[in-house]
């Protein structure tokens, strides 16, 4: 009895453990704000995400989800909310924070790519896409979001993602406020839906798209020839011509830049 009590009691330690911790995900904690009160975090990995976010589940896992930790703070009259995605790579943490923000207000210097709202603060960094929601969407809630996003973005020292192999000729503030990386259908409907026609049944590849209604840039890469020879015979394009057409190039191998205008 006291070996299976001991096995329980191990098992129950280690559950603890894996709550608090998340796996090792970078989060803020009693150690960075002594006086704030803390929920246990929420764990979710694979499909458990449905039980989180029942109706967007299906974008994070096409981009490449691998675990999400959920955190709830009150702090100094507030209430917030952290949530902290780790997906499979820098790109696909940057596909997810890319359709994700909307109408930023400000983009807070805590890494490459951010956008803050009044009640919502976004941190693309490395393989993290991170979220914290505040209650109120007062100016104090702001700037709490903003410390509580810097605490978690100075524990992330993994490599930033990088889109000059894609986009070599757009400059960085068109990058960071103008473009999304799509990995699948839902990537392209969230972030530029009159789209969806353009890679309608196109498969494994990424796609960064760059620019306003009235021009877009389109760099996109398949991950084989099977899926690269599909997008060619689905736009009528000759696959051993080195300029497809006026606007489409190859820049690499399975790999295309598309100029589209209205």
Same mark, same amino acid.
């Given at each position: ?16 453990? $894996? =709550? ?7 989060? #803020?904690? &009693? ?8 929920? @246990? *975090? ?70 490459? $790519? =951010? ?7 976004? #941190?693309? &960094? ?8 505040? @209650? *109120? ?80 840039? #389109? ?44």
């Amino acid at each position: 009895m006291r070996k299976y009590l001991f096995i329980f009691v191990g098992l129950f330690n280690y559950m603890a453990c $894996f =709550s608090q911790t998340g796996i090792n995900l970078p989060d #803020i904690n &009693k150690n960075d704000l002594p006086e704030a009160k803390f929920s @246990s *975090s929420r764990i979710f990995t694979g499909s458990s995400l449905f039980g989180y976010i029942d109706g967007g589940a299906e974008l994070y896992l096409e981009y490449g989800f691998d675990v999400a930790s959920v955190t709830k703070i009150e702090y100094k009259g507030g209430e917030y909310k952290t949530e902290i995605f780790k997906m499979k790579g820098p790109e696909e943490a940057f596909g997810i924070f890319s359709v994700s923000k909307y109408r930023c207000l400000s983009m807070p210097a805590l890494s490459k $790519f =951010s956008c803050q709202t009044k009640y919502q603060l976004q #941190i693309c &960094k490395g393989p993290y896409y991170i979220n914290i929601i505040n @209650s *109120s969407g007062t100016k104090s809630d702001s700037i709490v979001s903003i410390n509580i996003g810097k605490t978690i973005a100075d524990k992330i020292m993994d490599q930033e993602v990088d889109l000059s192999s894609y986009l070599p000729d757009i400059n960085t503030e068109t990058i960071q406020t103008k473009s999304f990386l799509a990995r699948g259908r839902l990537g392209i409907v969230n972030g530029s839906p009159e789209l969806e026609d353009f890679f309608m049944g196109t498969t494994d590849y990424t796609a960064v798209i760059a620019g306003e209604d009235a021009k877009k840039i #389109i760099s996109v890469k398949f991950r084989n020839k099977e899926s690269y020879k599909e997008f060619l015979e689905l736009h009528k394009w000759d696959i051993d011509k080195p300029f497809l057409s006026g606007n489409v190039k190859k820049i690499g191998e399975y790999h295309l830049l598309i100029e589209l205008r209205d």
